[in-house]
């Protein structure tokens, strides 16, 4: 049988009040609907070389590589995972003995040759540019390739360079020690593996090779008259030449870093 008017009236105007019915209900409790839930945001995307997202990060090291150095090293890296570094750094006396040590031992040269290298190596200040790679797949890795220059200075005897060069120093040096100065030149080449510590904090250890490929020397004495100066002059450049001679042969190293790096 079809419905009659008023049974269509009575159900449409029950069906209005089953829709009217939440709604009422909120407002008489004064509560508001909840807002539907927004899409949460991506996580940040990993940092080039470890977990930052800037397209350029900057760190700074301090830390060791034994035996050439002591110091600190700042570092820029850049998309692709290339990196540039400025390492400051001092070498120890232990370090430099260390060197000396191994090469007297292994004969490479004599103890007398080994305080004319303690010499050429004292007080040791270092600069050292590298650029790296942090392969993507591997961002805790880098390889690197640098130079090493090291501003240096010290001591030998009046009679060592006199037996260097073969030359008498002028009676009027009056000198018991003659003073060196110079720089050293040479390269390294090597790896690197940072371990994450901290948000910011990581340790960063390496293995390289050092070579030195150069040096120049000068002694630090001057004497009144042409003649006497002439043969200073022979001195230092004997002295130049042997220096020279046993830093290039057989300062030669692996280094072996352990640092701590804070990851800006």
């Given at each position: 049988m079809p419905p009659t008017p008023s049974r269509l009236a009575g159900l449409l105007l029950g069906a209005?009040?089953?829709?009217?019915?939440?709604?009422?209900?909120?407002?008489?409790?004064g509560a508001e609907p909840a807002p539907s839930p927004e899409p949460e945001p991506p996580e940040a995307a990993a940092?080039?070389?470890?977990?930052?997202?800037?397209?350029?990060?900057?760190?700074v090291a301090a830390g060791t590589r034994f035996p050439l150095e002591i110091g600190i090293d700042g570092v820029i890296e850049v998309?692709?995972?290339?990196?540039?570094?400025?390492?400051l750094g001092f070498m120890p006396r232990f370090y430099r003995d260390a060197i000396n040590s191994t090469a007297t031992g292994f004969g490479w040269y004599s103890d007398s040759?080994?305080?004319?290298?303690?010499?050429?190596?004292e007080d040791a200040f270092l600069i050292s540019p590298t650029v790296g790679w942090r392969p993507p797949p591997v961002p805790s890795l880098e390889l690197y390739i640098g130079y090493?220059?090291?501003?240096?200075?010290?001591?030998?005897?009046?009679?060592?360079?006199?037996?260097?060069?073969?030359q008498d120093l002028p009676d009027r040096a009056e000198v018991a020690e003659v003073p060196l100065s110079g720089t050293v030149h040479g390269f390294q080449v090597g790896l690197a593996y940072q371990i994450a510590l901290?948000?910011?904090?990581?340790?960063?250890?390496s293995l390289a090779y050092f070579q030195v490929v150069g040096s120049s020397t000068s002694i630090d004495v001057s004497l009144d008259g042409a003649a006497a100066q002439r043969v200073v002059d022979r001195v230092e450049v004997a002295v130049d030449d042997y220096v020279h001679h046993l830093l290039t042969t057989y300062v030669k190293s692996p280094l072996l870093g352990i640092s701590a790096v804070w990851r800006f």
């Amino acid at each position: 049988m079809p419905p009659t008017p008023s049974r269509l009236a009575g159900l449409l105007l029950g069906a209005t009040a089953c829709a009217l019915a939440p709604s009422a209900a909120l407002a008489q409790s004064g509560a508001e609907p909840a807002p539907s839930p927004e899409p949460e945001p991506p996580e940040a995307a990993a940092a080039p070389g470890h977990s930052g997202h800037a397209p350029v990060s900057w760190e700074v090291a301090a830390g060791t590589r034994f035996p050439l150095e002591i110091g600190i090293d700042g570092v820029i890296e850049v998309p692709l995972g290339f990196t540039a570094h400025l390492g400051l750094g001092f070498m120890p006396r232990f370090y430099r003995d260390a060197i000396n040590s191994t090469a007297t031992g292994f004969g490479w040269y004599s103890d007398s040759d080994a305080e004319v290298v303690a010499a050429a190596l004292e007080d040791a200040f270092l600069i050292s540019p590298t650029v790296g790679w942090r392969p993507p797949p591997v961002p805790s890795l880098e390889l690197y390739i640098g130079y090493v220059v090291a501003f240096a200075g010290g001591t030998v005897t009046e009679a060592e360079a006199e037996m260097i060069s073969n030359q008498d120093l002028p009676d009027r040096a009056e000198v018991a020690e003659v003073p060196l100065s110079g720089t050293v030149h040479g390269f390294q080449v090597g790896l690197a593996y940072q371990i994450a510590l901290e948000r910011h904090l990581a340790l960063r250890l390496s293995l390289a090779y050092f070579q030195v490929v150069g040096s120049s020397t000068s002694i630090d004495v001057s004497l009144d008259g042409a003649a006497a100066q002439r043969v200073v002059d022979r001195v230092e450049v004997a002295v130049d030449d042997y220096v020279h001679h046993l830093l290039t042969t057989y300062v030669k190293s692996p280094l072996l870093g352990i640092s701590a790096v804070w990851r800006f």
